[in-house]
């Protein structure tokens, strides 16, 4: 019943809360929550509640990119924040959500990589980036990239001391070189729209997500959800999700 | 993506392989090679090759995973440990996880599951051997093998990647391509309403190369199209 | 413990960050933060902080681990992996898993659970950030979203540690201290009648000691139960 | 209705086998039945019966205390043992038999682990306490204790030579310190037990584990059960727990 | 196998231990060691020793597993973490679960299974200690256990390995001589009618060798006949 | 019903498809079909259809044999080839197939394993042979161990490199010393058969699969199915092995 309610609103062009079909949630950005880690931020778009922290480790660089510092991107479907999560294991979608944010990060060139290696082949630096679901009210891909990137943005570098690192002395800001922006744009019958909450996500056809750089270029999608997407309606949700993250971006 | 090449990737209009940047690779494909499943189907781009098996429809277990009205889909897409340089350990990488997911999703709306309620269609992907776009491979295979099972579809589901090397667009990346392009765009569609179901990218592109990609892929998918055609007419011609 | 100091950990009965051996750092405790939870808190105790989720009563599946006449609790404790200095591997450690149980038992002697026959209620810990004393954290947090969440309650669980550093019984040990503690004795109880339903001991201490460091605690702990019912009244009278 | 029956006798400061509150089922004790473990015991009480076997090992030392040796202790619930065991991965009361068994052994500082380190930092002695699990009637706890420690103080460390292990040359006893007795009080309304057996365990309100030293003082507790105790409850089952600890310590 | 020695093994016809080569180690027997479990026996030949328990017949869960007119076997076969030199970490290996499949194929031929129908049986084989010879040293303790637990037999099982060493066909194989051995054949059979259950093989053999050594086991496991059968008489008659 | 009629067809000295009692499907052997692989064979027999794939890498010998290559047999009842079979780690049988063509490989002294050697105790090459299953109709033994077989021949070990693998120039060939072949001999009432399909399997009271060398020796055995063999039927089984292994053999 409410599931058709949700959906007839949609399709006439409203939304249960009020907002406009291309309108953000309430954003709001804390930043250093976790003092142990080495960055963290905290982010809330409505009731959705997600904690990024950072933590940094050395480690043995791949073969193939003997000078390049690692990025490790974990994501649990924490048991507290729906009653649809269990322990255990990530599943698919909790596997997804990790990658997806990785791939941003990852293909925007965030991080200068190449600063992070203190011995090529050898030795270089490990970013872990752990997203911790606290609630989930929709839209966990937004809300978990851009907890990300503002975590990355904050995060301190350990000092070396004798090749050990001392946590009680952080110092040098992480190299930053990008920042992306992910706007998932979704899709119910010919409507388009923006940050859905959960009872949303549950009626939409389908959805893109789209990273975007600085300079309005892309650097990640992913198509979700059951139902094709046309040409068009492709071009229309990248163009939009472009246009969103400009705002999302002045909140950094 | 990530890695750069000291040495342009196209020269002269020409790729590695001698292709020009509107051209995929030689395609093979095959459908009922394996006797035990209820549908299936060998294809190869070049050197990449995936075997897709179908069982099903069959009664789901336990009952409390079926849904009422509606069949439910199980896709794994698998390296086999062989088919890349270093060896794969077996157990579904989070990598496989992925791939596994966004196959099902880009399979489901060709499907019309509502016509087998409580029961489960298995689609099993292996990639036997691995040299770029093994995803969308994967899916050609799934597409012809679900239609081997004879599966009632809307579609047949093409898959075909595109993306961008140096500064030029093409298709049907191979494996060093790959590593090398700026970017990557796996896709898959339903090529009689032109329907895209599977839509991921890696790299860095401005909307409009993006754009143009979908495009290409779009038009360039047609040739796939008539191959899954011809695979499934030789099953039934010869 | 284990560990030892080469200097004193206390100085002209002052402890580390400042606090005389019977004061417990500043704590914070708040109820509802977790919408989608039926109840849920967040405690912090200095540095530590715990987030609390109770999911339930619901019926349990499948049917033959119901119990008839009682409602199961199933509890998780869990730490986030950046919560300490290295960061953990997410999946259930060892001490993780002992003390999921030992919350528990803290917990149940406080819940009339024969009134949801047939049913579990999941209590879910995570560990924030971790700076010692996190098990009693977690438990104060885990009480607090039980009310929060109505469950009937014969009465709050209190956690709060004890031990002794250098020469001198001390309360609610940080991280360092614990490091270098001679002895750590986290505890739960009821306080309206002073059950102890957690009682855990590490270190080294003659039989006299650990009494004091118990009575100590016991009344040490009426502090952290009112800030337990502020932070009920909170809720109700905003 | 046995358990009922249990219950009431119990309640009557009787047991089922007629043994006094306070008394210990008959308690044997075997050491070396593992020719080729470096250290092991066997250990019956009543019908509770526990072989444990000792490995050494080389390994790295942990980062925090690079000149100590390591001591890590395993329980399985072996399925042979018990009907209601299965095979399996440790769960969680598995899990707290180990942690608490190698609890009493640490924290008594039994061993001198400083003199298990070979090259500080890089080498030193790791050894492995299993606890495998024969038959099980009840107080586990106690038995796995007594049987470890039984076995550590058996256990031959074998010679290095060229820096390997050559386990047919024994010499040297382990370096012993201290030696843990853990003793477990159960309560029963106003009676105090000790050695439950299973059918007893099952009627019990708690259970309070201590584990004693030779001057007596204790190095390690962990109360069990689904009620709570009392102060002065407390106070009277660690008394009852360090006077049994000194019948238990004459029988090493 | 595989490894070579440089010293002959078997010196003036006696082994490392003085066995000859036809001689079996010290055999002991005992059943009932188990209170627990239905029944169970511990085995030893020389130091090896093995403890074997059957649970059941009971009933199975979840009921799509049961057999509508059979019991099930299940057989797990482990080695205790301390049984050999180098620990082992708990958790089956692909050794061990070759071997729990080969036990159980060993025993099956001797029970009459469809008495229990929709049971199971449990057979759990512990290796405590391990110096070659361990699986037939289990399949003697199960064998034993399920006599014990009062399974309708048509015979007992009787295990024993035969191998050759230097030029030597010997027969009980300790671990050193397994380690050095040029074969090594573990077999199980029921002495009555001589019917083999168990047969696998190592190494590298004549035809002839191999028919030889497999009459050399079937002969001498008749002692270890009479053995399982002395101490099954020991339990009724103390 | 079915299962019935292959019983009586078998008993009577028949087989379903014609063939002889001692008669083997068509065997098609096809080499070198993954290019990306250093080896690789498919064997067809019948409709049972097998890959086996083998990667070359670089490992740390066992302390044992501290001057030898490592060889590690894999095998997955991959979910394609059958309907009974399910995603997941190898259960019983998959474990048992993997190490019984293992031990084939490694009993029969196969490959010159000390030439694989390139720094005692440190470096040596380890050999993954992993079988994977495209089609089971039976008989999955004596395929996977003859595919594994025809792979090995064709590997190519990679060159190296400043101590790096270059897959992309293979040149010397794995040192092979001798080739077993695997024929598994099954029994039905008083009657012998190879090659079974998997119903036949089903029908099957035992089954003896034997590892044959070029001269004729056994260097590996391993009985099956849930009925025993009398002495004499043993003998012939392996007579009948032996003979069959050298048509086999030809096909090489």
């Given at each position: ?200 996500e549950q009626v939409l056809d389908s959805k893109l997500m789209v990273a975007v750089m600085e300079d ?37 | ?50 075997v897709a098996a179908v069982y099903g429809p069959r009664i789901l277990h336990p009952r409390r995973l ?173």
């Amino acid at each position: 019943m409410r599931h058709d309610y949700v959906l007839k609103l949609l399709e006439s062009g409203e939304r249960l809360d009020g907002r406009k079909l291309d309108e953000f949630r309430d954003i709001k950005i804390e930043v250093d929550t976790i003092e142990r880690a080495e960055g963290s931020a905290r982010v809330k778009i409505g009731k959705t509640d997600i904690i990024v922290g950072i933590k940094m480790d050395l480690g043995e660089p791949f073969p193939d990119v003997p000078n390049q510092g690692m990025l490790r991107t974990g994501a649990e479907f924490s048991p507290i924040a729906s009653p649809e999560f269990n322990p255990g294991p990530p599943g698919e979608d909790a596997t997804e959500l990790a990658r997806v944010v990785d791939r941003g990060i990852r293909e925007s060139e965030c991080i200068d990589l190449e600063k992070l290696c203190l011995k090529p082949g050898e030795q270089v630096w490990t970013m872990f980036v752990d997203i911790h679901m606290m609630n989930h009210d929709g839209n966990l891909i937004d809300v978990s990239a851009l907890a990300a990137v503002a975590a990355l943005m904050r995060t301190k570098m350990p000092e070396l001391e004798d090749g050990k690192i001392n946590r009680e002395k952080l110092k040098e800001k992480l190299p930053i070189k990008h920042i992306p922006i992910t706007v998932t744009v979704g899709k119910i019958s010919d409507k388009f729209l923006i940050d859905p909450t959960k009872e949303e996500e549950q009626v939409l056809d389908s959805k893109l997500m789209v990273a975007v750089m600085e300079d309005g270029k892309i650097c990640a999608m992913q198509k979700s959800g059951d139902q094709g997407l046309s040409e068009e309606e492709t071009s229309r949700m990248i163009d939009l999700a472009i246009k969103k993250s400009k705002e999302i971006r002045k909140l950094l | 993506m990530g890695m750069k090449s000291k040495e342009k990737m196209i020269v002269e209009g020409k790729r590695l392989d001698g292709r020009t940047p509107d051209e995929i690779r030689e395609i093979e494909m095959k459908v009922g090679v394996i006797p035990n499943a209820n549908g299936s189907a060998r294809v190869s781009f070049g050197r990449t090759t995936a075997v897709a098996a179908v069982y099903g429809p069959r009664i789901l277990h336990p009952r409390r995973l079926q849904e009422p009205d509606t069949a439910i889909i199980r896709c794994r897409y698998n390296m086999a440990p062989f088919s890349v340089d270093e060896r794969i350990r077996p157990g579904s990488s989070r990598r496989e996880k992925e791939i596994s997911k966004v196959t099902r999703l880009a399979l489901e709306p060709a499907l019309f599951l509502e016509k087998y309620p409580e029961t489960v269609i298995d689609i099993y992907i292996e990639i036997i051997q691995a040299d770029g776009s093994t995803r969308v491979t994967g899916i050609n295979a799934a597409s012809l093998a679900l239609a081997d099972a004879g599966a009632p579809m809307r579609d047949l589901v093409v898959g075909l990647a595109g993306g961008k090397l140096d500064d030029t667009i093409i298709i049907d990346l191979c494996g060093k391509e790959d590593n090398y392009s700026v970017a990557d765009i796996p896709i898959a569609f339903l090529p009689r309403k032109n329907e895209i179901t599977l839509l991921q990218m890696d790299g860095q592109l401005n909307p409009d190369e993006v754009k143009t990609i979908v495009k290409n892929v779009l038009n360039a998918g047609k040739k796939v199209y008539e191959k899954q055609k011809e695979a499934l007419k030789k099953k039934y011609h010869k």
